[in-house]
């Protein structure tokens, strides 16, 4: 019998139109012959919804939810069903209007890929796609992610961080430290987002200070890092889990000025919802430092107990010195793109992404 994938996108992160993307991506190429889909859509105030209003972009873009339901998602609910809201007059009867047999979360950024999502996932006992609470987590705080990479000999460039309180409190000792230890130009950045918001760079005193203060608005935790001059950005990802991992084709994301801004990256890059592409697969890249990246994608995942397919960021200096620059735990597309290039389709992807989530269930069990 066919499996119920339920795939959750939207949600309340900064990454919402994103992850419209890539739920309806997912969607568009799931195996049909392997699994039935059920799309659940969180929209930006926290409400979930299901229905089949939610298989067609225009229905987003014009905000027209008629053809859906709002659904209650209880973690004792673990026989995967989806109850439909009781209507105001006082329906108690539960009204079912779906069922899922394993969760595909397609959710960018906070409460998605930060393992909170994850979370609730395991308290419902349902099998679900991609990294678990621990490494969604770690992944996504800049500052505990560079901690455990730093802690596995990874190449990373240097930082600090503080807390915004500090900052509010005694701005001088935090401005103090940072240039004591780290030489401009700088690059400040919120530990916990993602697609650029919030990050900026910074020459001097001054422009610290400003970025500092665009930061501290989104979040209570500042990383401050040593910025690349002019640096080549190169993109790979992992699929797997445990040492089972392989690594995908790399990619050189294009077009970018000072560095890459949320509409460079998601608006540019999906075609077809209208924008164009912009990067270069495979990588202009020797096969040497190609093969070093890998090493070090497959590394920077394990370093977090990754599952799934992640994509692993790296950023070359001029004298071509690989830095990894930050881990993905669910990527804009699950970076699809960079599979492709290696025989695996986009269906094929999702395929294993969900033999992946199944493995590790019945591990568990
Ligand atoms: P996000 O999770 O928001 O994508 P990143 O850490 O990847 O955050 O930073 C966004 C972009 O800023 C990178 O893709 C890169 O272009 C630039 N960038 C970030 N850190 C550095 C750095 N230390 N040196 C040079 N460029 C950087
Ligand atoms: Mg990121
Ligand atoms: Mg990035």
Not at 31 to 55: A, H, M, Q, R, S
Not at 58 to 75: G, L, Q, V, W
Request: aromatic share 10%; glycine share 8%.
């Amino acid at each position: 019998m066919k499996k119920n994938v339920g795939v959750v996108f939207g949600g309340r992160s900064v990454e919402h139109e994103v992850s419209i993307i890539t739920g309806l991506q997912i969607m568009e190429n799931i195996d049909k012959d392997k699994y039935d889909v059920v799309p659940i859509y969180i929209n930006k105030e926290g409400k979930w919804l299901t229905g089949n209003g939610l298989f067609d972009f225009e229905n987003f873009k014009h905000n027209n939810f008629e053809d859906t339901e709002e659904i209650m998602i209880s973690p004792t609910h673990n026989d995967f069903n989806l109850y439909a809201i009781p209507n105001k007059a006082g329906i108690f009867r539960k009204k079912i209007v779906g069922k899922v047999d394993i969760i595909f979360p397609a959710i960018h950024g906070t409460n998605g890929e930060d393992g909170t999502i994850q979370g609730l996932f395991e308290l419902m006992n349902v099998p679900y796609v991609g990294s678990n609470v621990l490494a969604s987590s770690v992944g996504m705080d800049k500052i505990l992610m560079k901690d455990v990479f730093k802690s596995n000999n990874l190449p990373i460039v240097d930082y600090t961080w503080f807390y915004r309180s500090k900052w509010i409190e005694n701005r001088e000792e935090i401005l103090e430290e940072i240039e004591n230890k780290l030489k401009y130009p700088l690059f400040i950045k919120p530990a916990n987002l993602g697609s650029s918001v919030g990050i900026s760079k910074a020459i001097d005193r001054n422009s610290l200070i400003n970025g500092v203060e665009i930061a501290i608005r989104y979040d209570r935790k500042i990383i401050v890092e040593k910025a690349i001059e002019n640096p080549r950005e190169i993109n790979c990802a992992v699929i797997g889990y445990d040492e089972n991992l392989k690594t995908s084709l790399c990619e050189e994301p294009l077009g970018w000025q000072e560095f890459l801004s949320y509409e460079d990256k998601y608006v540019n890059s999906n075609a077809k919802y209208g924008g164009e592409e912009r990067r270069r697969i495979p990588a202009d890249i020797e096969d040497e430092i190609r093969a070093e990246i890998e090493t070090i994608a497959k590394k920077s995942f394990k370093a977090i107990d990754g599952r799934g397919n992640a994509r692993i960021d790296f950023l070359l200096d001029q004298k071509n010195k690989i830095y990894v620059n930050e881990i993905n735990t669910m990527p804009g597309s699950i970076a699809y793109y960079l599979w492709e290039g290696k025989g695996i389709s986009f269906k094929q992807l999702i395929n294993e992404m969900i033999d992946i989530a199944l493995k590790v269930y019945d591990e568990k069990e």
